[in-house]
Nanobody
Framework: QVQLVESGGGLVQAGGSLRLSCAASGRTVDPYSMGWYRQAPGKERDLVAGITSGGSTNYADSVKGRFTISRDNAKNTTYLQMNSLKPEDTAVYYC???????????WGQGTQVTVSS
């Protein structure tokens, strides 16, 4: 089992930055692909960014050039650096992990990000 705990959310003004962290425990997540999802009120949970065990990354079009996903395997932690934040980035952000396939197997509890205009 992998336990994931997100941190770093909060309230920020438009144009500001936040860095989210996802600390994993229970197992080393070196071989896992990691992802960040977000869910705004009344909307579906969507993938924001993903990073494979080899370090390849992918991003939703809406965050390309503004968000950066990274991982520090020595710390068993994944990060999401969010710059130039917009009010439409407001959501609960979730960290997720998978060994393979399309579906993520493990999820954190989420951290709220609120961007004021």
């Amino acid at each position: 089992q992998v336990q994931l705990v997100e941190s770093g959310g909060g309230l920020v003004q438009a144009g500001g930055s936040l860095r989210l962290s996802c600390a994993a425990s229970g197992r080393t997540v070196d071989p896992y692909s990691m992802g960040w999802y977000r869910q705004a009120p009344g909307k579906e949970r969507d993938l924001v960014a993903g990073i494979t065990s080899g370090g390849s990354t992918n991003y939703a079009d809406s965050v390309k050039g503004r968000f950066t996903i990274s991982r520090d395997n020595a710390k068993n932690t994944t990060y999401l650096q969010m710059n130039s934040l917009k009010p439409e980035d407001t959501a609960v952000y979730y960290c997720a992990a998978k060994l393979g396939g399309l579906r993520y197997d493990y999820w954190g509890q989420g951290t709220q990000v609120t961007v004021s205009s």
